[in-house]
Nanobody, 124 residues
Framework: QVQLVESGGGLVQPGGSLRLSCVAS????????IGWFRQAPGKEREGVSC????????YYTDSVKGRFTISRDNAKNTVYLQMNSLSPEDTAVYYC?????????????????WGQGTHVTVSS
């Protein structure tokens, strides 16, 4: 059974940090780019950051560049998203996703598997 299980969401004050984790199981995650999408209330889902499986190349949407860092630990089948300098505009449900494509393509909705999502709320 394919699973992508997210954790690490929660409530944080503006300027704060969170680290999201996504644990993959049920498929050979080493061969898949994995990344993060988010969807805020009333807004379309967007690809936030993705990381390729082979060379570790990454993609970031413009609004998070310099603040978010994606990484993966293939030995643990886990992908992390370190989020710093958070603002209320980052409030959303964050979804982990995996695709048998390059990072850029996965973050453009070329997704084979989705997680259930974790809530991130940035508020004072």
């Amino acid at each position: 059974q394919v699973q992508l299980v997210e954790s690490g969401g929660g409530l944080v004050q503006p300027g704060g940090s969170l680290r999201l984790s996504c644990v993959a199981s049920g498929f050979t995650a080493d061969y898949y780019a994995i990344g993060w999408f988010r969807q805020a209330p009333g807004k379309e889902r967007e690809g936030v950051s993705c990381i390729s499986s082979d060379d570790g190349s990454t993609y970031y949407t413009d609004s998070v560049k310099g603040r978010f860092t994606i990484s993966r630990d293939n030995a643990k089948n886990t992908v992390y998203l370190q989020m710093n300098s958070l603002s209320p505009e980052d409030t959303a449900v964050y979804y982990c996703a995996a695709g048998y494509y390059r990072a850029y393509a996965v973050c453009r909705d070329m997704v084979d598997y989705w997680g259930q999502g974790t809530h991130v709320t940035v508020s004072s």
